[in-house]
DNA sequence: AATGAATGAGCCTTCATTCAT
DNA sequence: GATGAATGAAGGCTCATTCAT
């Protein structure tokens, strides 16, 4: 509670302070003045640190990258394919409803799929890409290579979409469908109904296509 | 350009506007100025035949429900469960993609889950009620009626997360990960997609839990 | 006083406003806020009326041109070349000591000159062009045909900068130099001044380089 | 980049630093942040050194007058009175066209002039007084003791408003109405139209009331 | 019944200044 | 003695809303 403290500290209470915001609120909506109040900070801050709203914006998502990858990919993914599906969808289901820095991101990316902001450009595709050229490969593996690529991008689609629900997963229909709450243990029943329902569909449209 | 309409009129045209206006930029986005403009109709005609802007926001999801077009969405469904299934489906795409006030309206009810305006409360459920009532029994016929509850309710979030995907398809990751631009022939093929991936998904899980 | 008035009235209001402040303080000094107070509108007025700071100061401008423009060049100047000269600058010094709007152009004209604000580009020369085009072409008179072009522009330069000095009149040291504060019949005396000092002026270098 | 100078030294680097800004912006326009940057010193040394911004405003106002090329201006004319009124000119103008402290200061003198701060005051006469009296008696040696010391002070004015033009050389309309571009010749032969200029007007008006 | 005029509240940003070290 | 961190006050702009006609 230093008055006059690291500087580091206060630049980075404010990028966490910013990121829930813009996760909850969206660009538009999130005023610099709550980001500054939830962080304990002057309304100036936010220009001393970053200049503008915008930069704040870019920022928070580079830092969001740059946390949230780490815990992104199993680089020592082993095991069959199938099995490898699985770890996949539980890692994006996690990455989805986790707390903090990554289940901010998922958020941060939802709101700016549905409402462009056209501030972070390039972040955007380094975030796509590698995740879909994993899952590609696992599905290719399963399916075999004699499958259209278009039908393999359509799996990855599905695949996708399926685990998006859990982005939503507040304020949504999905506890309204399920007709309870939400827990870590249907999580895991929701993750593995995802893997055993992609698995029968992946091999169906490989046989129709393949 | 007449001095005295209806009056009605006037109204209609400002509920339309609106309906567009809210569906591109969401609630908070939306400025009254804009919808009054493209009404045609003076800065001040939506507090005059609304009262502000909270209450036009609630109108508008009234106007968008009591549509014919989307309440009696899928009556005829007729045929065998797999053929109601795929009905379904093409249903929910086609209302998911289409132009004017059904496409207008997934992309309100997807922007009303991303960013709750706490204002429509009753008209939410009326909405996805009768929608998830239909997928159900369609679900229960195919699967069984050993089945297990939840499990029916996870392939209905299955099914609609994998059709969700078209209301955010500009600006989306969609047609990057496609890898070609959306057109009807490709909904086409997604809709055949989701419905063989789908029906294959439902059968395995159907299989593990009845 | 009426609360609602005509709109082009409150509009004028804010222009003649604006007019005085932006000449007395410069654009960047110049604060809406007090434009508007001495308007007697609210602050939100300029936007209204002219979208923002910027659009107003060109307006200002534009309006300054339109106003000022009339009273700037009697047509029907008659007599010698020594007597138009004569008038021109009685012309010019009354310009830039009238009250109202040519008077406060004229303010707005140095304050401009000093710091520029690259926000009239157009207005300028069409403001310059025909007031020198006059002084030219009354100068190359009293010249004769034989001089440089050069000679004569430096002649335009040391008429206008001897009458510039009323721009700056009010805290300057027109008054300090002068001994005494200015009234109507010092001004008279000024311009008489600078028409004889200006004439015996032309004539010798006019015959330097004829 | 050493922590420890003098300290004094870091001071004259915003002085000048600080003379620099003012001339170009004037005082409102200028940024405390600007003049720190440009001396290398950080923001607060303003404060530090000076107090607050206006302290240094009037610093550098004293700064300049004290500096020797300014306070040293033409003190070693001699010739006829015709040579030293040239000469008189030239200084002037070499004056308000000189790169570093003098004619920084000679913008800071018109920005004061145009934009009055209310800061100097004392100053302000300190600079006008000896060069007015040096003129003042050059001129009255060329018309005769029998003229009125009106007629003397409008030559003044004459004279210093025709060297003024120069203060303002750039971003105006000199340049414009000469149709070329200033350069250290046309300053030459600017001044030479200015000499002889004047010696004829003073010499036609001082006839006139002598 | 309908509208152009006008406003107030709130937001982002700037900037001189202060403070703790 | 000097500085990076932090702030408060103020300015420009936006926008839903209100008012008089």
Known sequence: MAKREDGKETRLRLLNAAGEVFAEKGYRAAKVADICKRAGANVAAVNYYFGNKKSLYREVWQHALENAEVALFFESAAGSS???????????????????????????????????????????????????????DILR??????????????????????????????????????????????????????????LAGIRAVGKLTG
Not at 93 to 104: L, Q
Not at 170 to 197: C, N, Q, W
């Open 82 to 136: 199938q099995d490898r599906l699985r770890q996949y969808i539980h890692e994006l289901i996690k990455n989805f409803t986790a707390t903090g820095n990554v289940g901010r991101f998922s958020r941060l990316y939802l709101m700016e799929m549905v409402n462009p902001t056209g501030l972070i450009q390039g972040a955007w595709h380094e975030t796509i890409e590698p995740r879909r050229r994993k899952l590609h």
């Open 141 to 198: 593996n399963i399916i075999g290579p004699g499958a259209e690529d278009l039908t393999i991008r359509l799996c990855e689609l599905s695949i996708v979409n399926q685990c998006r629900m859990f982005v939503t997963i507040k304020h949504s229909d999905v506890e309204y469908m399920l007709g309870r709450t939400i827990d870590p243990k249907l999580i895991d029943r929701l993750a593995r109904h995802i893997a055993d329902f992609s």
